[in-house]
């Protein structure tokens, strides 16, 4: 079993790699790391953060996708009608953008850390962006 740790902010997480149920997915991220970037709070979903990516692609299709992630289920939209991005949950989440719902890949859950899940919601939402991390371990 692979194992991620996320830095958001001053917090540090623990995920599973969901390499069974996103293989295709989990293989492309796993070539995208160690990853560098930005925490923003994403009010069209709810209570969620994301890493934006720009026009970068994965190069897979929908696997394991869901549009309605529990808190700590990690998804990448790969791109298409919105930008490549990474939705981080910490509550009820429905996947959105200004396009529209959308469904990204489930490709990592948090397994420790899990209290720290509102603690980097509250912080993106009232204090602005954090540094983000993804590294494998």
Known sequence: MTMLRITAGPFTFRARLEEKDAPKTCAAIRKLLPLRSKLVHC???????????????????????????????????????????????????????????????????????????????RLTLWEGAQDFSITEE
């Open 43 to 121: 009010r069209w979903s709810g209570e969620s953060t994301w890493v934006p990516m720009g026009e970068k692609r994965l190069g897979v299709d929908f696997e394991n996708h869901t549009s309605h992630p529990a808190p700590g289920q990690v998804l990448i939209y790969p791109g298409g009608i919105s930008e490549m991005e990474i939705l981080f949950p910490y509550g009820a989440t429905m996947f959105s953008s200004r396009v529209g719902q959308l469904a990204g890949n489930h490709f990592a859950t948090v397994v420790e850390g899990n209290a720290q899940l509102v603690e980097i919601g």
